[in-house]
């Protein structure tokens, strides 16, 4: 059979099993997949490749120790694999986005977890935030678009605070471009390492050296090495392994 028509009818398959809602597992998690995510994520789910690059920076530097927060949860996809390796009660998971709440919870359902999830956007300031949404409710951003979006009002805390509150050691940082302005205003006292996306479509190579060098004044190096592209680990001077 012609490898295009065996993936046609594979995603025609999908299609039809999507109408009734299946379970597909990636890294050990499981996730419900039905006509409410697009074709594009649900094919990620079903073959394995949503948020890769993500689990796999974040299995080999998580240590059972830490205490994670993740900036933008997503489907709950990450939380729910943090859960299983270091235990809900280490894990704290922001969401920006109020649509994904369903999923996020529908996942840590399904994966017997129950990480502590506040909806709610994260930024250099508390109260409300501008959220530009995108074609899919995980395309959200606090980033103002070039392009002109749909923008709601959520509620908003200081992200310095929570990471004093949480006492977080480990850092997940998924926020659809607006990762260069966190950078600029965030502190991360007790942090040992971060794990963080970069998008290029709103993150300029100059820019991308900037984050770079900002994070090295905040004490943190690239590890290259350990990174996959565009998901980057930094890690602090001191707690290099």
Wanted: proline content about 5%; some cysteine.
């Amino acid at each position: 059979m012609p490898l295009q028509l065996g993936l046609g009818l594979g995603r025609l398959a999908e299609a039809v099993q999507a109408r009734f809602g299946y379970t597909a597992e990636s890294h050990g998690v499981k996730v419900r997949v039905d006509r409410s995510l697009s074709a594009e994520v649900r094919l990620a789910l079903r073959w394995g490749h949503y948020e890769r690059r993500e689990l796999d920076v974040v299995r080999a530097a998580l240590q059972d120790t830490d205490i994670v927060m993740e900036v933008g949860a997503g489907l709950g996809v990450v939380s729910s694999f943090c859960a299983k390796a270091v235990g809900s009660q280490r894990v704290f998971a922001y969401e920006a986005n109020p649509a994904m709440e369903r999923y996020i919870r529908r996942t840590y359902a399904l994966n017997g977890v129950s990480p502590a999830l506040e909806m709610c956007a994260l930024g250099e300031h508390g109260g409300e935030q501008a959220l530009y949404l995108g074609r899919d409710p995980w395309n959200a951003t606090t980033l103002p678009p070039q392009k002109r979006r749909l923008a709601i009002t959520v509620p908003a805390k200081r992200f310095n605070d929570e990471v004093r509150r949480r006492a977080a050691t480990f850092l997940i940082v998924d926020i659809e471009g607006a990762e260069s302005e966190l950078c600029r205003y965030g502190e991360f006292p007790g942090v040992r390492r971060i794990i963080m996306e970069l998008h290029p479509a709103t993150l300029t190579p100059s820019g991308r050296g900037e984050l770079v060098a900002r994070m090295r004044r905040a004490g943190f190096w690239l590890d290259e090495a350990a990174s996959d592209p565009p998901v980057v680990l930094f890690c602090r001077v001191s707690s290099a392994r």
